[in-house]
């Protein structure tokens, strides 16, 4: 499948989203990845998993670091990097193999909701407070499920692109683990801080998408 196609079926799959010239040159990449992986019939609902295991697996790391101290949030860092990666290999084995399902869309979401608490959870273990933790979790789910209710009362696309989207609630998670693995000293400060910004950044993407879904579904009822 060719670069256009491939970016044709993926904004086909989000509501007619045009990709933008960052996503352009991330589908790019993840094609290349991909391509083997759907012509050698890798189901997309193993990637899934994958992506979920590896998520979950950025827990073990982050407590071990909160029991005995070193730099095992680094691996945290790097875990939660591949289960970003395989987030966006699912999609584009579906797509370039032609096994897109609705049942395959509803385990990517499942998965992503789960792995997305497994990130924020990682800093909690690594010294953050609860607080922003629950919020930034909180605030994170409700993103996603008024978006998806609103989809499914006939609201087309995204409703809107926000400061909260999944890469960027996983790249808070992963950068501050890595600041967490790279100054053990001040690891709690680091994963405070981390949960905190992804806590703002939940509230005002909710918000942004409350205000989309507003304006899409205004006078429907």
């Known amino acids: 499948m060719g670069r256009e196609e491939h970016l044709r079926r993926w904004s086909a799959a989000h509501g007619g989203t045009p990709a933008s010239p960052v996503v352009r040159v991330w589908l790019d990449g993840v094609r290349r990845v991909a391509s083997p992986l759907a012509a050698a019939g890798v189901p997309p609902s193993a990637v899934t998993v994958l992506g979920l295991v590896l998520g979950l697996a950025a827990l073990a790391p982050a ?47 499942a998965c992503d909701r789960v792995a997305d608490a497994a990130a924020v959870a990682a800093l909690w273990l690594l010294g953050a407070p609860a607080l922003p933790v629950l919020v930034a979790v909180g605030a994170g789910q409700l993103h996603e499920y008024a978006r998806a209710r609103a989809q499914a009362e006939g609201m087309t696309g995204p409703g809107a692109v926000t400061v909260s989207e999944r890469p960027t609630r996983v790249a808070v998670a992963a950068m501050f683990a890595l600041g967490c693995g790279a100054y053990p000293q001040a690891a709690a400060t680091w994963a405070a801080v981390g949960a905190w910004v992804g806590a703002a950044a939940a509230l005002a993407g909710l918000l942004q998408v409350l205000a989309a879904v507003r304006r899409a579904l205004s006078g429907r009822r």
């Open 63 to 109: 407590a071990a670091q909160a029991e005995a101290g070193g730099r095992w949030a680094l691996l945290v860092a790097l875990l939660l990097a591949l289960a970003a990666l395989a987030d966006g290999l699912d999609g584009a084995v579906a797509v370039l193999g032609g096994t897109a399902s609705r049942g395959g869309a509803v385990l990517d979401a």
